[in-house]
Nanobody
Framework: QVQLVESGGGLVQPGGSLRLSCAAS????????MGWYRQAPGKQRESVAM???????TYANSVKGRFTISGDNAKNTVYLQMNSLQPEDAAVYYC???????????????WGKGTLVTVSS
């Protein structure tokens, strides 16, 4: 069993910053990639950023230059540094991991429960 637990959400003023963390735990054989998605009310869940085990990163165009994803392989943890936050960034942010768990031949998709980011003055 693999669990992803996010932390770091909260209320921030426009232009402010937040840092999200997501820790993977449980019976983990390997992690192919980890990333962040977000879902605003009435909208579909969208990919925000992803980092592979080798450190390759990808970003949604809407967050390039403002958000930075990083990872700590030793801690099975991924971070999302969010700067210059705008009201349109407000959403529930979900951690995603493509992880091979113990007893599995394949890497599977795992999700955290989400952390709320509110951007408002």
């Amino acid at each position: 069993q693999v669990q992803l637990v996010e932390s770091g959400g909260g209320l921030v003023q426009p232009g402010g910053s937040l840092r999200l963390s997501c820790a993977a735990s449980g019976s983990i054989v390997s992690i192919n990639s980890m990333g962040w998605y977000r879902q605003a009310p009435g909208k579909q869940r969208e990919s925000v950023a992803m980092i592979t085990r080798s450190g390759t990163t990808t970003y949604a165009n809407s967050v390039k230059g403002r958000f930075t994803i990083s990872g700590d392989n030793a801690k099975n943890t991924v971070y999302l540094q969010m700067n210059s936050l705008q009201p349109e960034d407000a959403a529930v942010y979900y951690c995603n991991g493509r992880i091979r768990g113990g007893g599995s031949l394949w890497a599977l998709n795992y999700w955290g429960k989400g952390t709320l980011v509110t951007v408002s003055s």
